[in-house]
Structures are given as structure tokens and as C-alpha cells.
């Protein structure tokens, strides 16, 4: 179960005295800024997860709650939507297009940073922000899983047969991050640094759920993912090699060290047999497809861009 986060401004505070007390009556607040929108849409999305210690889990598809996140999630696509500039044209199919798209991505790298020059406080500070998903790593695109048509709801099993652990719990990537954190001493409680998280960090695992859970946003789910796949293998390598410079234990490494080789495959077969069979069944999915991909590439450059400018590292 996941902790309920400190509110930032007068709607994440409506919200979570309502999960508190259990009894919610209307929500007329308006956010107060773009950290206590986010933060309130990850607090509501946390109940379709693990949900809350001392929280009842039917207010997950409360009314009030339901119109509260509708709102904060259109808001949400409607900016994502803006800064997305639309879909290459391209004749060779989708994923030497997407593959391309991946090669000219130029934005500021963590994994670099980590790799070469990090401390060992600021890369702290990166695996506690990092937590935030990699705890509940590919729970998101799962949901997903269901509204796909045969051949990539088959691919999309296979992959998450791996992110699962392959039938074994200690294998579980989302364990294996847990397992890391413990190492390092840190709280490997979901959410257990939401508190520190910055508005980028909050809107990144917002938009996985976003799309998980909309049906509708299938194709920019499975996009996101082939983005997120196609971007982890190398940073994966460097990540461990800085973790290792940085003389962090074994379990944390291990982490960064089994997405190596596992996201070279996945990045493959989310784009080839995931994202393209999709497109080819469903041709109405293709735009979405590209607004997840690049949607993932453009949130995760926002962190890094705050991160290194934070550690004035930009
Ligand atoms: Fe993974
Ligand atoms: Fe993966």
C-alpha cells in the first residue's frame, strides 16, 4: 500500500481529508498551482493501484472523485496534446520511423550524468524520484493489456512475462528496485517519496496512468512504452557503471544491470510486435501511438532539464 502524500495547495488538501475521513461531499476547490494538480491526480490514481492504508477502496469509482480526476486528466492530456508537434510522415513502416525518432532524440541525459559525474547525494536523489515508478514498475502499461486486439495483446504479455519476474516474485523488476533501495537504506515503500517528487517527476507517472487506464489512449499507452524500452537498455549500462563509481551496493546495480540486455529485446518487441500490429489492426491508434512515444521522450527530457539545472550540471 502506498502512503498518502503532504498536500500541496488547497485541492490535494480537499482530496486527501476526503480519503481520510471517508466521506466525501462536493469538491469545489480549484487547484493552486501545477504541483497540487499533479499531485492530486497521483494521489487519485494511487487508488486504482495498491491504494491506502486506512482508506476505504470504493472510493476509488466515487462520483465527486471520478468528476474531480476526469477533470485534472483532461487538463493533463490537453497540455501533452499542445506540446506534442505531431507524427513524422514515413513509408517504411512504423518501426524504422519509431527507431529513428528514438536515434535524433537529443535530450539531456541523467544516465550520462550519473555515469560520469554524479554524486553520490544527487544520485540518491535520482533513485528516490525514480521510485515513484520503478516500484510499480509496468503496472500502468498492464492495464492497457486487456483492450488490445490478439497479436500485440500477445506481445504485450510476453514482455510483461519479464517486467513480472517470469513467474518468480524475486525477479519482479519492480522487487528488484525495492531490493536496491533496501540496500541503500532507503524506504522502499510505494510512494514513499512522493513528498519530494517535483511537478515533472508527479506528471510523468501521471500520463502512464492516464493512458493505462483510458481505453481509449490504448495506442499512446503501448507508445509510451516502445519509448520508454527503446531509451532504457544503454542509460541502463551507464546508470550501473556510475552506481559502481559511486561504490553503491550490488542489489541497486543488479537493478540497472538486468535492463541491459532485457530492454534491448523489449524495445523490440514493443515496437515491432506490439505498437506495428496495432497500428495495422486498429490504423485509428497510429497518431496516439506517436503521441505516447514522443510524449515519453519530451516528460522524461523535462526532468533531466530540472534535475541538472538543480544541480547545476545543465
Ligand atoms: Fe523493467
Ligand atoms: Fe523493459
Same mark, same amino acid.
Given at each position: ?6 498536500? /500541496?495547495?488547497? %485541492? ?6 476526503? %480519503? ?21 491526480? *497521483? ?25 474531480? /480526476? ?76 486487456? &483492450? ?66 483510458? /481505453? ?26 556510475? %552506481?559502481? &563509481? ?6 541497486? &546495480? ?35 501511438? *506517436?503521441?505516447?512515444? *514522443? ?15 538543480? *544541480?547545476?550540471?545543465?
Amino acid at each position: 500500500m502506498a502512503v498518502l502524500p503532504k498536500p /500541496r495547495g488547497p %485541492l490535494s488538501e480537499a482530496l486527501i481529508a476526503a %480519503l481520510v475521513c471517508g466521506s466525501v461531499e462536493a469538491i469545489a476547490v480549484r487547484p493552486g498551482s501545477s504541483e497540487d494538480a499533479a499531485l492530486t491526480l *497521483w494521489t487519485l490514481y494511487e487508488m486504482s493501484y495498491r491504494g491506502y492504508d486506512g482508506v476505504d477502496d470504493r472510493l476509488e469509482f466515487e462520483p465527486e472523485l471520478v468528476r474531480v /480526476r476526469r477533470e485534472l486528466e483532461d487538463d493533463l492530456e490537453r497540455r501533452l496534446r499542445e506540446r506534442w508537434p505531431g507524427r513524422p510522415s514515413y513509408d517504411d513502416g512504423f518501426a524504422a520511423a519509431f527507431f529513428a525518432m528514438i536515434e535524433a532524440d537529443d535530450g539531456p541525459s541523467l544516465a550520462r550524468f550519473v555515469q560520469r559525474e554524479a554524486t553520490a547525494e544527487q544520485a540518491i536523489e535520482l533513485l528516490q524520484h525514480r521510485s515513484l515508478y520503478h516500484l510499480k514498475e509496468s503496472d500502468p502499461v498492464a492495464l492497457t493489456l486487456p &483492450r488490445l486486439p490478439a497479436a500485440p495483446r500477445a506481445a504485450l504479455a510476453e514482455l510483461q512475462y519479464d517486467e513480472y519476474g517470469g513467474g518468480r516474485p524475486e525477479r519482479l523488476h519492480a522487487h528488484l528496485f525495492a531490493e536496491g533501495m533496501a540496500a541503500l537504506g532507503l524506504d522502499a515503500t510505494e510512494g514513499g517519496y512522493v513528498d519530494e517528487a517535483p511537478v515533472e517527476v508527479l506528471e510523468q507517472n501521471n500520463a502512464m496512468s492516464l493512458f493505462g487506464l483510458n /481505453r481509449r489512449l490504448r495506442g499512446a499507452s503501448v507508445g509510451h512504452l516502445a519509448a520508454f524500452e527503446a531509451t532504457s537498455s544503454l542509460p541502463c549500462r551507464k546508470m550501473a557503471q556510475g %552506481l559502481e &563509481r559511486l561504490g553503491f551496493p550490488q542489489e541497486i &546495480r543488479e537493478y540497472y544491470e538486468e535492463h541491459v540486455e532485457a530492454d534491448a529485446v523489449h524495445e523490440q518487441l514493443a515496437a515491432r510486435l506490439i505498437c506495428e500490429p496495432l497500428i495495422a489492426a486498429e490504423p485509428d491508434t497510429e497518431d496516439d501511438v *506517436w503521441f505516447g512515444a *514522443w510524449t515519453c521522450l519530451d516528460l522524461e527530457s523535462r526532468i533531466a532539464r530540472h534535475l541538472l539545472e538543480r *544541480w547545476d550540471a545543465a
